[in-house]
């Protein structure tokens, strides 16, 4: 077992979208696996948060830990993960950023409680929200690197099971984990004209042209502001990219870095553009809410008056 | 985070002003030379033209604590690079919508047109503005920057108030 | 006291019979979620047993305030191994709320989509999930029970399971852009259809697909016919059971719900817009998710059952000849209903036959390359609509209100594993008493593991 990299893959609040597009490397799993001492990893083996505990500090080569604080319970096995491996990996856009479950910081905890609990259609008696022997829910979702140091950042929702398996491998050689600094647009084989914009559309108005960039023929293609690396999948399935891998390369606020790309070639009154924009924090941050400082304030600050 | 005590006891709005080179910047040097008296809030940041500024440098300055950030260029039709400041108009009112829906008093942001020799407008301006911002106190994401760290006492202690 | 995964390991005696103890299992694993299971134990008997789902990320109250046609991006962010399902439920609930009724051609897709994911799916529970247990038997180390220990010890299985995943998820990413959250199904359609090429080249795959899930199918039977004592003595309740039907035939996309009291009478049939009339949600002190029954049964007696067995019950037929030779055998050894909790993965490989069957007859429709694949025209209003359909795991419900803008007001889902978590618990408690009390696990006449860990 000499040469094996030991390794974690951890869950937080999350999907297991990451992890599924770890095993839809399907054959290639095949070399990988064999590479890897896996200590931990609830979703595929039997091994309990005690046997995460028992391992020395450093224990790990790398944790990948996927998802984002929701409960204590979550923000135990993020310190824990932290403190057995050498490398930390955010493996996926709600390590990253938050993702899409940090649009939840547009609530206070208590509202997001009691719809669940006591307002639901379905739900009888609407007398108890849950409490006895359950891990306490955070007042917010905040960053992962908030609360721990990571040493890889591996965005997407998912990343693709090329760039996990990049990642993998890079990090088993010792080498730094590689990112592209371009946007989507770099990998978007469409054919770009230059941009004025008179009309938007939403994304089901009309049927999209698969030759066009999809921001000429008016739909809000989130791609200038996105990282490149997964290949443009989402243009190349005739819908607009929605930003899930986050920021480009220098960029912090994604939501900022796009209200500068629409605004700029958008040709058309203020007014007109706010009307497409009726839900600015979704359609600009859905996967990177945590990340921006206004992220809590209706969650904690209560926002203004 | 939020201080509604400096409400009242004698808080003074920091106003961050992102200004363009040739109207307003020129406006404010207008106002200096004219003695026209008016708040001193107000730290001036100039570009050579609104559109230079990305929305990402306003959210920066409230981060950092400021209570206000007013942008302020040159009157629709009269840009000295023809049409950056209608891009900066829609951007900054897109911009406010955002923050308002996050929860932030769309108030913290203020676009203005002051031309060069509108030094009384700015003088104006500021007045109002100050006393706005005193109305709605400071701005709550003032430390939040300090505070890169979040602890178990945020995440799981009582809501700030 | 802290036990290791369960006390059929043997040895792991509860320290003092006289007191109390609790063994707690932190965390469940090999599935998709977080929970722990704690069993209370008085003088040596069972007193409770908790089954703590420990998490919730509050989807429900979130959507409000988004543009519906992002609810189809935001849903599938529920779970990553069956974001399809959520995807159609998703669109479905906003074209009901709009009264927008796509082109057939975009059903046939989304159809096709759903099933890619069946394909998919069933075989990683049945190979990642179940299979370890079975092929090392229940008396195996743990750190030897995965998928690794079946890749190393029976790699041609294991080869024959990744190349039908491989199918499953390729198909979904060809027909939904990518196959973890997929982006084609939309409001009024679909964002683009299957190229002619692809269509051939997929009917292709289907035949070789329909070979593994017949071996898969082969391998299961052999594993009931092994564990035959434990499918009809362990952890069998009786429940109600809760499924899609379409005219009496099973179907992932489209249907009625039926649900089926423990007797086997069909209690109630609605379209989905009345499935509140139905489903009834009890929120549980000790658990973030929400305990699912049938409404006009009261909790706890009208707990349900949802997912393969459910449906393989409730339905009269499936969709495919292969399917229903299978469903014929089941039935004849298992009865209707089947309330045997282990059988559950019977029922898995026979919807496995099905889909793959039903994936082969809809690439074989003119129809699935058509160009006809969206309305031109989508108006967003004011109104309610429910979308559901069949993820693997279980029926999956999307109501949600918009306003005239087509922006979210209000939405309520019920997702898939949801409604089974009372059941869960039910058959914990029935299994805990089993194991701990009566050493069922000692009398189970049981096989040679097939793999010696």
């Known amino acids: ?305 | 985070m939020k201080d509604s005590k400096e409400k009242s006891e004698g808080f003074e709005p920091y106003v961050l002003g992102l200004v363009c080179n040739w109207c307003t910047y020129a406006g404010a040097d207008m106002a200096g030379t004219s003695r026209i008296q008016y708040p001193p809030n107000l730290r001036l940041v100039r570009v050579m033209c609104t559109s230079r500024l990305d929305p990402t440098f306003v959210i920066r300055g409230l981060e950092l604590g400021a209570d206000g950030v007013l942008v302020s260029g040159c009157h629709p039709g009269d840009c000295h690079y023809v049409n950056g400041n209608y891009k900066t108009e829609r951007r900054i009112h897109l911009l406010t919508k955002l923050i308002q829906q996050a929860g932030l008093e769309p108030e913290r942001i203020r676009l203005e047109w002051i031309s060069a020799s509108e030094g009384s407008k700015l003088a104006e301006v500021m007045k109002d503005y100050v006393q706005v911002l005193k109305k709605i106190g400071s701005n709550p994401l003032r430390n939040s920057k300090e505070k890169h760290h979040v602890d178990d006492k945020d995440l799981f202690g009582k809501e700030v108030k | 006291m802290k036990s290791k995964t369960s006390p059929i390991k043997g040895g792991k005696e509860p320290a003092d019979a006289k007191k109390e103890t609790e063994i707690k299992i932190d965390p469940i694993t090999r599935l998709e979620g977080h929970g722990e299971i704690r069993i209370k134990l008085s003088k040596g008997k069972v007193s409770s047993v908790q089954f703590n789902v420990t998490s919730a990320r509050f989807f429900e109250k979130f959507l409000e305030g988004r543009l519906a046609e992002d609810a189809r991006i935001i849903a599938p962010r529920i779970c990553g191994i069956c974001p399809e399902p959520h995807h159609l439920a998703s669109v479905k609930a906003v074209e009901d709320a709009w009264g927008v009724n796509p082109p057939p051609a975009a059903k046939k897709l989304r159809e096709l989509l759903l099933l890619g994911k069946q394909i998919s799916s069933h075989p990683l529970h049945l190979y990642v999930l179940a299979a370890p247990d079975f092929l090392l038997g229940p008396f195996a180390p743990p750190e030897a029970r995965n998928i690794v220990t079946i890749v190393n010890k029976m790699p041609d299985a294991a080869k024959k399971a990744i190349e039908l995943m491989k199918h499953g998820q390729e198909l979904c990413a060809t027909v939904g852009g990518k196959a973890v959250h997929p982006v084609t199904a939309i409001p009024g359609g679909m964002t683009k259809t299957l190229k002619e090429e692809q269509r051939d080249e997929w009917l292709k795959r289907m035949d070789r697909a329909m070979e593994l899930a017949e071996f898969t199918y082969q391998l299961l039977l052999k594993i009931v016919q092994d564990y035959w004592d434990v499918v009809t003595k362990v952890g069998v309740i009786e429940t109600y059971y809760a499924g899609l039907a379409n005219n009496g035939e099973h179907n992932f996309y489209d249907g009625s719900i039926r649900v089926m009291s423990p007797s086997g009478k069909i209690e109630a049939e609605v379209p989905a817009q009345k499935y509140t009339e139905v489903v009834g949600e009890k929120v549980v002190p000790h658990c973030y998710a929400t305990h699912i029954f049938y409404k006009k049964a009261g909790y706890p007696e009208g707990i349900w059952r949802a997912g393969p067995l459910a449906r393989i019950n409730v339905v009269e037929r499936m969709a495919t000849p292969r399917a229903n030779e299978a469903l014929k055998e089941f039935r004849a050894k298992v009865g209707r209903p089947c309330h045997a909790t282990f059988a559950y993965h019977w029922a898995r490989a026979i919807e496995l036959l099905d889909a793959v069957g039903k994936a082969k007859k809809l690439l074989e429709d003119p129809d699935i390359v058509s160009r006809d694949y969206k309305l031109e025209k989508v108006e967003p209003r004011e109104g309610c609509g429910v979308g559901v359909v069949e993820a693997p795991r279980g029926l999956l419900v999307h109501n949600y209100w918009t306003d005239k803008y087509g922006i979210m007001t209000k939405a309520n889902l019920i997702v898939a594993t949801n409604h089974n978590i009372g059941a869960i618990e039910k058959s914990l408690n029935v299994i805990a008493k089993q194991v701990i009390e009566d050493k069922i696990h000692e009398k189970l006449k049981l096989p040679k593991p097939m793999i010696n860990a």
């Open chain 1, 1 to 305: 077992m000499a040469g094996k990299a030991k390794v974690a893959f951890v869950q937080l609040s999350s999907c297991w979208g990451c992890h599924q597009s770890l095993l839809d490397l399907h054959e290639k799993l095949l070399d990988v696996i064999p590479l890897l001492d896996i200590k931990y990893w609830v979703a595929a083996v039997d091994f309990k948060v005690y046997d995460l505990k028992k391992l020395p500090d450093g224990g790990l080569d790398a944790a990948f830990v996927e998802g984002l604080c929701r409960t204590e319970e979550d923000v135990h096995l993020l310190k824990l993960s932290r403190e057995k491996a050498k490398a930390l990996v955010a493996f996926g856009s709600c390590s990253s950023f938050g993702g899409v479950p940090s649009i939840a910081n547009l609530f206070p905890k208590n509202e997001l409680l009691e719809r669940k609990y006591l307002k639901a259609e379905t739900v009888i008696d609407r007398n108890t929200i849950p409490s006895e022997n359950l891990p306490q829910i955070t007042n917010f979702v905040p960053r992962n690197d908030q609360i721990v140091k990571a040493d890889v950042y591996l965005p997407g929702c998912p990343p693709t099971s090329q760039e996990i398996a990049n990642a993998v491998l890079a990090l088993l050689s010792g080498k730094p984990v590689e990112h592209s600094i371009k946007t989507i647009c770099d990998e978007c084989e469409r054919k770009k004209e230059e941009k004025n914009v008179k009309e938007f559309r939403r994304d089901f108005e009309g049927k999209p042209d698969p030759e066009k960039c999809l921001i000429n023929q008016g739909y809000l293609c989130m791609g200038a502001g996105t990282r490149a690396g997964c290949g443009a999948q989402c243009p190349n399935a005739n819908h607009p990219c929605k930003g899930c891998s986050g920021p480009p390369e220098g960029v912090t606020d994604q939501a900022a870095k796009l209200i500068g790309t629409f605004g700029g070639i958008a040709d058309m009154e203020p007014q007109k553009l706010l009307d497409v924009f009726r839900d600015p924090v979704g359609q600009l941050y859905k996967f990177t809410y945590a990340s921006s400082p206004l992220s809590k304030l209706r969650s904690v600050n209560k926002g203004e008056k």
